[in-house]
């Protein structure tokens, strides 16, 4: 196999439960036994809620991160290709930064109904899943990503596709960075395949491939009920697996990969975990 499985079982960037159980749930759907799944465990930590502190869980996603980037390395060590399982997306932070201190420079496609490109100062709900992007692009690093002393992603080999959900100040932030934002409405204009392959013209222009962290709540809600963040308008399961099709036509140029977000706890007839399951399985057996 030229990849390894990573379970990130955290939900500790977000405010609601379930994410944590998430990669065991998908794991589960793995046929091939000759793909090595490692785990990176949570501390048994209290979980801080509310809205008054802006920071909220930033020692224990930092524990976690620290963690996670070491397993990460290991694999990308060894020359594979790490698919790590969230959790959360502040998962990506770890996953996302150790492929990028391998290989130098790299581009990077968000696929997501958020921005993730909040600071500690714009962020509204000091939830660390806003934050990934902004984190490994620079836009937000001080606090997040100390654990990793390397290169960062280019604001301009930065692609976030899919999104529809974005804050006021985080729309600021995007347009002051520069990174390129495709929408929803963006992929029904002009289809999904030719959104993508746009997408990965940007994030390889100039550099050694690319990072893809692929967050389910991109997928419209009433087809995949289970994030823990849900926005209405989304693409369709369809335009989903057109998207990863086409990054999957350019594998040569994928480093690592990411499926994050699905909750369990939110799913129904476990709609959201099948479709998982494909985009899984289909990773796993490009890469075998
Ligand atoms: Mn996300």
């Known amino acids: 196999m030229k990849l390894d499985i990573i379970e990130a079982g955290s939900d500790l960037g977000v405010n609601v ?47 976690f991160n620290s963690k996670l ?20 997306h502040s998962i990506a932070i770890a996953s996302a930064l150790a492929s ?41 690093k001080r606090e997040l990503a100390d654990f990793h002393k390397g290169n960062i992603y280019p604001f301009e080999n930065a692609v976030i596709v899919g ?22 409405d963006d992929v029904r204009m002009h289809g999904a ?16 491939g690319m990072h893809i962290s692929f967050d389910l709540d991109m997928i419209d809600p009433i087809i995949a009920p289970g994030v823990s963040v849900p926005a209405i308008d989304g693409v369709t399961e369809l335009q989903a697996y057109e ?13 690592s990969f990411d499926i994050v977000e699905y909750n369990p706890d939110r799913d129904i007839d476990n709609k959201t975990k099948k479709i998982a399951d494909n985009v899984l399985n289909r990773v796993c057996k490009e890469f075998e």
Not at 71 to 79: A, D, P
Not at 193 to 208: E, M, R, S, Y
């Open 163 to 184: 999104a529809r959900d974005l804050d006021e100040l985080e729309v600021e932030n995007l347009k002051d960075a520069g990174v390129t934002v495709f929408t929803t």
């Open 17 to 63: 439960e379930g994410a944590e159980k998430g990669p065991r749930v998908i794991t589960q759907s793995i046929k091939d036994d000759k793909i090595a799944i490692y785990k990176v465990k949570k501390n048994n930590v209290k979980k801080e809620y509310g809205v008054s502190n802006k920071k909220k869980n930033l020692k224990a996603v930092n524990e």
């Open 100 to 140: 990028i201190n391998k290989y130098n420079n790299l581009g990077i496609i968000w696929f997501d109904a958020h921005g993730d490109f909040n600071t500690f100062d714009t962020t509204i709900t000091g939830n660390i899943h806003g934050l990934p992007l902004a984190v490994i692009t620079g836009y937000e």
């Open 243 to 255: 998207m990863v099709n086409t990054v999957l036509e350019n594998k040569d140029k994928i480093k």
């Open 193 to 208: 395949k030719a959104i993508t392959q746009k997408a990965i013209d940007i994030a390889c222009k100039g550099t050694n």
């Open 69 to 88: 980037y070491v397993q990460v390395t290991k694999t990308l060590e060894k020359g594979k290709i790490p698919v790590t399982i969230g959790g959360d």
